[in-house]
Each structure stands twice: as structure tokens, then as C-alpha cells.
């Protein structure tokens, strides 16, 4: 059989998803969400940011972020422009004071430790890894004020429960994939940032960042310090913006509205345990199906460390990539695995815009799809 008849499988229709977007960033958009942008297509789109229609947004989101996450007194929620890779830089220079400590297992966790390193102004970091596929054990070290590691691992699959390692030096999350659809304590964390394209089913362009009263301490100390760092990457500039409801440089509206739209649905429905509830049953239909299975099985092994909100699959005997080359054919998009990881597996978003009865209709539709290439 041709490589081209394989693609041209169709799918039978009522095994299809309603909706098939699968992917892990950017996500899977609620029409909802769409409609409040063009709702706002001529109160706030192409209007001033320092205004009170777009300053309005940016405080509901602020408010909506802070009650989704059950944040204590003194705690704020801060913004600015760039997703989580210019957050990490933002880092370097206004929470690290000296030397950080970085739990590295994937991709992402790799690239904050790599930011710490090149610094010029830090100590080289401690850096400790583990093997692929797992998380390394947090533990505590008197050379560090800042503790890093990511809350999930987009690229890998691997979610790790943010702990405090230490009382002394502050905890920072990546929470990039996690936010809005994992569950964690304020009191273990002290900065918890991401980028809206996830859970929050916006478009890039912002990084958001959860900040407990020892961090915005940390902040203000380091700038009295008289430490250099550009304007855009000042995280005392982008806290003044953000306490004002507003952000330092124009932001992307549209990514704001459908941020706020996404949150305000959030807890509306039930906050972040009705999201974590919905993540989890999407995770049960695929880690089930893939031990059931013979060509499949979850890539992280430790059942603990599977992450509930991005699913990596490998697959045995089957050209992983064919599958999903197949799935998109059918409208089924985004299942590829991450690019630099190299193996042949099926990664699957199950954020909380994505229905846990899409996924289960995705397993049905890969099971075809692997008889039609065996037959």
C-alpha cells in the first residue's frame, strides 16, 4: 500500500471528536472566546491600553486569576509582554539574587537553567537532572536563593507537585502548561508564571506571573541594588504597570480578552478543581486505553509523575507520525510528538477547553487508524 492510500484513510464520522484540536500549544480556542473579541471589536480593539476599557480587562483578569488560584493577601498578579521564554530572562535580572537552583526534565526546565548559566551578573546554577521520562527529587541548598523547576513538562509529559524545598529562597514555577488545569498551594510557591496559550486557550504575546509577598520583596530589593537590567525586562516596572491594571508596553488585546473570557469560564464552572477534575478524567480515558493496548503505552512510566494536562504516548510497531499524519487528514490535528524528543509517540493535550469525551473518541479513532496500517 502506497504511502499516499494510507492518508487517504477516511475515518468512519461518528468516531470523530466534535471538536479535534489536540494540540499542546497553542491550544484548543472555545468559539466563546472568539465572540468576546469580536464583541469588543470597537470598545477595546485598536484603542488605548491605558484606558479604562483595556485597563478594565487587564483588572478583571488580575481578579479572576487571583480567586482561581486561591491566592492569600499580599499576593499579585503580574504582566507583561512575551510568553514564559522572556519570563525566564525577566528572572535573571529581578528575582535571582545571586545563584538558583534548577530541577531540570525536559526541554523547557533545560532552557531557564541554560538563561541562569549565561548570566553574567549570576553564580553558575546548580543544575540537577534525572532521566527522561521522570522528575528529579527536589532538595534544599544553602548556596541558593531561588528555586526553579517546572509544575508540568510540556515537551515530556511529566508533571511534578510543586513542594518548597527550603524556607530559605524563593520557588519558581513554570507553570506554562499547568496553570488553570493542575492543582497547587500557594504556600509551597512563591512566583507561579506562565504564558496563556494553554490551559487558558489564548494566543501568545503575555507572560503572567502569580507573585507572593517574598517575591515582590525580592523584586524591590534587587532594584534598590542598582542592578542594570533593560526597562523591558524590569520585573519593578512591570509590577508598578500591573498593580495600575495596565502593562508597560501595548499588549496583544486579543490574547487579553480571550484570556479573560477563558478565566471568567473557570469559575464559573467551578474554579481550579473543576478544571483539575476535568483534566484528570481526559487523562484516565488515554493512560487506560494505552495500557490496554498493545502498540501503546504512556511514555512516563511512574503513574505519579503522568501529567493529567499533556499526554505522551509511545507506540510500538507503527510509524507514530503516519498516525497523526492520518488523524490530521480527518481533522484529528496536532497529535505529533515534540519535535526534540525523538521517539515515536503521540502527544495529546487535554487541557481544560478540550472535553474528556474528545479524547476518548481520539483513542477510537487511532485504534482504526492502527488496524488500517497493519491490515
Known sequence: MSDKNQLDFKIPPQLLPLDGRFGCGPSKVRPEQLEAVMSRMTSVM???HRQAPVKNIVGSVRDGLSSLFSLPAGWEIVTGNGGSTVFWDVAT??????????LVFGEFSSKFAEASAAAPHLSDPVVVTSDTGTHPTPSSDATCDVYAYPHNETSTGVAMTPVRPSKDGLVLVDATSAAGGLMWDPANVDVYYF???????SDGGLWLAACS???IERIREIK???RWMPASLDLSIALDNSVANQTYNTPALATLIMLDEQVKWLNSNGG???AAARTAESARNIYSWAEARAFASPFVANPAERSNVVATIDIDGVDANTISAILRANGVVDTDSYRKLGRNQLRVGMFPAIDPSDVAALTACIDVVVDHLRS
Open 46 to 48: 485598536g484603542t488605548s
Open 93 to 102: 535580572f529581578g528575582l535571582i539574587r545571586e545563584r538558583s537552583h534548577h
Open 195 to 201: 504564558a496563556p496559550q494553554k490551559c487558558f486557550a
Open 213 to 215: 509577598p517574598a517575591a
Open 224 to 226: 534598590a541594588s542598582k
Open 272 to 274: 481550579l478543581s473543576w
